[in-house]
């Protein structure tokens, strides 16, 4: 979210300028090669359990599925606010960030509080034990 917001303030720069928040995880990646450690996984001998765990359940790919979806429309909302931001004139690319940070920051709380609610009733209950009923 503090990404986004950066973002949207270099692109009132420039367009380009934007990109610019990636160089940020450069220090990420040098500080998981060296602290991730260089163990190789241990092989399982058991020839017929792992050809049956190499198939995926069908929940994992109606999950990806909906990501898959889920985020195509997100990107898909942004860029239409950032285009009907500057084509209205109600401001420029660092306003259209700070509207995609804010409607970011309101879905996080309101999923946040949905989570909160729900995971105290018993539909919550209902939810896991089909889930992990199916997974």
């Known amino acids: 979210m503090v990404l986004l917001f950066v973002s949207g303030l270099l692109a009132g720069i420039q367009w380009n300028y934007s990109y610019i928040v990636y160089l940020l995880f450069i220090p990420v990646i040098f500080i998981v090669l060296k602290t991730l450690p260089q163990d190789h996984p241990v092989k399982n001998n058991d ?13 994992v ?3 990806a599925l909906l990501m898959l979806l889920f985020s195509t429309f997100l990107f898909v909302f942004q860029t239409n606010v950032a285009l009907l931001v500057v084509s209205k004139g109600f401001g420029d690319a ?23 609610i729900c995971n105290n009733s018993k539909m919550a209950e209902n939810i ?5 009923r199916r997974l």
Not at 47 to 59: H, I, R, T
Not at 94 to 116: D, R, Y
């Open 47 to 59: 020839n017929k359990k792992s050809k049956k765990s190499e198939k995926l359940n069908l929940s």
């Open 61 to 63: 790919y109606g999950l």
């Open 94 to 116: 660092a306003t259209s960030g700070l509207i995609n940070t804010v409607m970011s920051a309101i879905g996080m709380f309101v999923l946040a509080t949905t989570f909160v």
């Open 128 to 132: 896991k034990s089909r889930l992990i």
